[in-house]
């Protein structure tokens, strides 16, 4: 059985044209921009508008991946989409972002990992394209989070934003991929840690959507050390390191996290690829818009080691290693 790889062949991102200064929530909530770039890092992020669906920014995203892959939407036969922001309780938002493709044949589910769910998803198809099942997939993380925000709470109001980024990726054999394609994933869930990252509704239990709920420090805490963990399950499965990857794009919760994750695996500040400060946390879009923004003004190129890291409510954390 010949060996497979899952290469990157597009990236692709959207953004809502609505943008959230810290100066505009002042007017809303207590808070300042001093308050919120000294403990986050977050400046701005976008909003969707009244009439935006996740799966409009989904499509958005993905129909820009394809474009950067020099694909069309018929060459796509799986399509899995993280998010935790769905438009509906069901059908999974994937297959309205299948059908605005036009796309008939193959498989579209949703996947829910919160903040994790672009690395759980990177991992999920991975499989699949290895295992022959499937030719390409698009990898979608969406989110609409402005819907679940309780904006009179001002320790979570000013994180969040919406956005959705996509990768296409293609199952190549592996001598044909020239080292190319995801070289590990490494995914963890502990959900001892439930209540300290949650939203507050559900259709079995309250019937409503509910609020996102959120013990920051308590999230702050455990964050560095999870991702940490799987980073270092990374490298030893792949005998890479923090000297050897070229790019680290975390998950863009808050700068502080982020920039203690790098001290403590020892890479380098100039490595990291950060967009919180415009984007703030998109929860499941933030890696692939991150992507998107690195790829795009020529930082990530063809061949460079690309690291990937999230933690979300659950929790939920993990990380995949993929050369460009």
């Known amino acids: 059985m010949t060996d497979i790889r899952s290469v990157v062949r597009g990236v692709g991102a959207y953004l809502p044209a609505r943008t959230l200064t810290n100066a505009d929530l002042a007017q809303i909530v207590d808070t300042s921009d001093e308050w919120i770039v000294q403990r986050t890092g977050i ?9 935006e669906l996740t799966s409009d920014l989904a499509l958005h995203a993905a129909r820009a991946a394809l474009a950067d892959a020099g694909m069309e939407p018929g060459d796509i036969d799986l399509i899995v989409l993280a998010t935790s922001t769905p438009d509906n309780t069901f059908p999974a938002t994937a297959v309205s972002v299948q059908a605005g493709l036009g796309v008939t044949q193959g498989a579209a589910f949703d996947l829910q990992a919160v903040c994790s769910g672009f690395v759980f998803a ?14 390409r997939a698009l990898v979608i993380g969406a989110e609409t989070f402005s819907r679940i925000l309780d904006w009179s709470d001002r320790t979570t109001c000013v994180l969040f934003g ?8 293609e199952g190549v ?6 080292g190319r394609g995801v070289l590990t994933t490494h995914l963890r869930s502990d959900g001892r840690h439930k209540n300290k990252l949650y939203v507050d509704g559900g259709v079995s239990s309250t019937k409503t959507v509910g609020f996102l709920r959120m013990e920051g420090r308590e999230v702050f805490r455990h964050a560095v050390g999870m991702i940490t963990d799987v980073i270092v399950d990374a490298f030893e499965a792949t005998g890479e390191s923090a000297q050897t ?5 975390p998950h863009q919760a808050n700068r502080r996290i982020i920039d203690a994750s790098a001290v403590k695996l020892g890479i380098a500040p100039e490595k990291v690829v950060v967009t919180v400060d415009r984007h703030g946390n998109t929860s499941a879009a933030s890696i692939p818009l991150a992507l998107a923004a690195a790829h795009a003004d020529g930082r990530i190129k063809t061949g460079d080691l690309v690291l990937l890291e999230a933690m979300g ?9 993929i050369r460009w």
């Open 162 to 169: 919406d956005g959705a980024g996509a990768l296409v990726l």
């Open 122 to 135: 990177v991992a999920t198809a991975d499989s699949f394209l290895r295992s022959g099942a499937f030719k």
């Open 43 to 51: 400046r701005e992020r976008h909003i969707a508008a009244d009439h």
């Open 245 to 249: 990857i070229d790019w680290f794009v």
């Open 313 to 321: 409510g659950g929790f939920t954390w993990g990380s995949a290693l």
């Open 173 to 178: 054999a592996t001598q044909d991929a020239g």
